[in-house]
């Protein structure tokens, strides 16, 4: 990558937001920034994905999120490995500084030569390991880093096919309205059409998405009543937006499922909810980060809390290279084989 790393310097320190700015067209300038609309989000993070999607390096697995689960289970298992499903981990235990064993909910034990977290980076700091081994560095991510935010999900099945739109579209609302405590001007709509797996001939799922603000949604989690209050009228007012822009779909719901930062929360446990762990900025892309932890032996973690911009293939790629290490200590060949 030496070659590049003029080009990627320069435009990593570019945001989207400050590029939109050079466009002379007003439509431009305001639409580009939407692309990818998270603060001062880095230019070079938009152009390598936009590069992996043009060399059909990147894309969306058909089938969705889980049959993409089952396949790296069904790798893992063909492997040899075990899997123990509904079995959290509570306390990664140590001795004389060594990760040597965890203690799971239930209160068993699994000893292991080499203990790997890719669970949730703040749980295993600071509850797993009892805030045992955090040093400055650590503390400063947890108390200044900025994090993907939180979000709110709202999913619909429409018996509708949505033919000839394209997968994404987005489009300014006629006139600002308040959903989860926030004021919105714009709704961005997923269309899945293009996954036969998802839906019925003649049906689709949408999906609209908000970015959203976690202790509101702590606070009112406090209150049942008041949070599935709250979740039917964000699902009413997901509905009625979308069916300005296409007239008859309120009819056409047949299925509604409302995802707020403490489903998140529930399913991952991320610190916060947030859905890929520490935001790319202008700041933050291309920064290191250890997947060891100062003092503690035959311990590593992996996944979106060590590897800022969080995402499948970083996750992926810090399981990969954590691997790596490991051979490289025991003086072993890192070697991969596709199955």
Sequence with gaps: MLPFLRIMRKWKKISVQDFAKRFSDPFLRQAFPLTFNLPDFSMMAMLMTLAWMHKKSAGFPIGGSLQFSRAIEQRYLDLGGKIHYRSPVSKILVEND???????????????????????????????????????????????????????????????????????????????????????KWVSLEIYNFDPNLAPPGKTVLKVMFSSDYDYWKRLRQDPERYKAEKKQIADQVITLLNQRFPGLADQVEICDVATPMTWERYTDNWRASFEGWLITTKTFGMRMSKTLSGLRNFYMIGQWVEPGGGLPPAAMSGRNVIQIICHGDKKLFVTKTP
């Design 98 to 184: 060594k990760a040597v064993d965890v203690r799971l909910a239930d209160g068993t034990e699994h000893r292991g030569e080499i203990i790997i977290s890719a669970a949730d980076g703040h749980a295993t700091i600071f509850d797993m390991l009892e805030e045992k081994y955090i040093n400055s560095k650590i503390q400063e991510y947890y108390d200044k880093l900025p994090i993907f935010p939180p979000l709110v999900q709202v999913a619909l099945g429409v018996a509708r096919s949505f033919e000839g739109l394209p997968h994404t579209v987005v489009y300014p609302l006629k006139e600002p309205v308040t959903i989860a405590g926030q004021e919105r």
